[in-house]
């Protein structure tokens, strides 16, 4: 049963943006300051180039990537013409996730080497994967909660959209466990990888020929 006033699509809408501006804010306190060092006069460049270019590189791979989240989950309200409590709950949970994801980033830099902080972030990225494709498939087997000109081509190109943050974070995870002498570059380059596929593979949605 769809929800009707006062929780509407337009309150849902406003929450997800007030969740993700604010955790990409967060992610702005993780960058390395010279206050973060013994002395900053004694600040070498192979410190600064190991810590706060490093901790940049990573704000910045973050950032696209709540924004690849955001563009998904607003492509999917758009979709929509309104939603449930069972799709409200379980949006909760993503919004959740979302608010999650700037501490479990600054876990990953506490140690050296491969732990279970870095595990953490990785399972937080799909954890929020998994539940954005999860309110889509809800979604889409709930013909009252979808736009009437909606096509099924459309919902499933968008479905598939949805598919790659959690394929991307599953990957990083199997790069963690092999723990080459690669994957300190590889996991650098796995928060555009998501960009890249959707850049190369999604650019442009399904042509619908005229009936």
């Not at 943006?17 to 955790?23: P, R, S, V």
């Not at 799909?126 to 999860?134: A, E, I, N």
């Not at 723990?179 to 928060?191: A, E, P």
């Amino acid at each position: 049963m769809a929800i009707s006033e006062p929780i509407n699509k337009v309150n849902l809408e406003r929450i997800t943006n007030g969740i993700f501006a604010f955790t990409m804010t967060l992610l702005a306190r993780d960058i390395v300051t010279a206050d973060q060092y013994a002395k900053a006069s004694l600040i070498t460049v192979e410190q600064f180039s190991l810590n706060t270019i490093g901790s940049i590189i990573d704000f910045v791979g973050i950032f696209i990537l709540l924004a690849m989240f955001w563009m998904l989950f607003f492509q999917m309200f758009h979709r929509m013409k309104t939603f449930d409590h069972h799709f409200l709950h379980v949006h909760m949970l993503a919004l959740m996730a979302i608010v999650v994801i700037p501490f479990s980033s600054a876990f990953s830099n506490l140690s050296e080497g491969y732990t279970f902080t870095d595990f953490f972030f990785q399972i937080n990225y799909l954890l929020l994967g998994l539940l954005l494709v999860y309110l889509w498939h809800y979604a889409r087997s709930k013909p009252a909660l979808l736009d009437s000109a909606l096509t099924e081509a459309d919902a499933q190109f968008l479905y598939h959209k949805c598919l790659v943050p959690p394929a991307v974070a599953l990957f990083a995870i199997i790069l963690l466990l092999i723990n080459s002498g690669y994957t300190d570059f590889l996991m650098d380059l796995m928060y555009f990888v998501p960009f890249v596929m959707l850049a190369i593979f999604f650019r442009r949605p399904p042509f619908e020929p005229a009936v």
